[in-house]
């Protein structure tokens, strides 16, 4: 018996042995899976892909599951003195005062009761403190070990429910 080869296969949708459709392409071309859907081995997946708030992972020891959406950090900003050199969901910046810094969210949060944590980069004895967080915007306000309010570095990590 030799070897079949197809070259192409043209189909609009897969369905199970129950014949209901597990995966489905419309005229477009694109493709949707629906139901209980699995692959086992590598998926390769290539383009831009949207995952849904509902999205789980399973944690490293695979004990537990949590949802991808809510684990992600949500903006992010390293800044020297008042200018975002990198950043993620920032949309700029207010030189508010001497190491007074207001930083406002290109996406905003749904509640102010996100959390950020800040540190500051220029010395071992200062920090960087988080304040002020709202829906579009938050401060932060970096001083040196004595307390004073000084322009330094800092890097700041922002989480919490996007509006």
């Given at each position: 018996?030799?070897?079949?080869?197809?070259?192409?296969?043209?189909?609009?949708?897969?369905?199970?042995?129950?014949?209901?459709?597990?995966?489905?392409?419309?005229?477009?071309g694109n493709t949707s899976v629906s139901g209980n859907t699995s692959v086992s081995g590598t998926l390769a997946v290539?383009?831009?892909?949207?995952?849904?708030?509902?999205?789980?992972?399973?944690?490293?020891?695979?004990?537990?599951?949590?949802?991808?959406?809510?684990?992600?950090?949500?903006?992010?900003?390293?800044?020297?003195?008042?200018?975002?050199?990198?950043?993620?969901?920032?949309?700029?910046?207010?030189?508010?005062?001497?190491?007074?810094?207001?930083?406002?969210?290109?996406?905003?949060?749904?509640?102010?009761?996100?959390?950020?944590?800040?540190?500051?980069?220029?010395?071992?004895?200062?920090?960087?403190?988080?304040?002020?967080?709202?829906?579009?915007?938050?401060?932060?306000?970096?001083?040196?070990?004595?307390?004073?309010?000084?322009?330094?570095?800092?890097?700041?990590?922002?989480?919490?429910?996007?509006?």
């Amino acid at each position: 018996m030799s070897d079949i080869k197809v070259a192409e296969i043209k189909t609009d949708a897969i369905k199970n042995q129950a014949g209901t459709s597990a995966i489905a392409i419309d005229n477009s071309g694109n493709t949707s899976v629906s139901g209980n859907t699995s692959v086992s081995g590598t998926l390769a997946v290539t383009g831009v892909h949207t995952i849904g708030n509902n999205a789980i992972y399973t944690s490293d020891g695979s004990a537990v599951t949590q949802n991808l959406v809510q684990g992600v950090l949500k903006a992010w900003v390293h800044a020297h003195e008042h200018s975002a050199d990198d950043s993620f969901n920032i949309a700029g910046s207010t030189d508010t005062s001497t190491g007074d810094y207001t930083f406002t969210y290109i996406n905003g949060f749904s509640s102010p009761s996100n959390c950020g944590a800040s540190s500051n980069q220029s010395t071992r004895n200062g920090r960087g403190l988080f304040i002020g967080p709202s829906t579009a915007s938050f401060r932060i306000n970096p001083a040196n070990s004595s307390g004073t309010s000084t322009d330094y570095n800092t890097s700041t990590i922002i989480a919490g429910d996007l509006a």
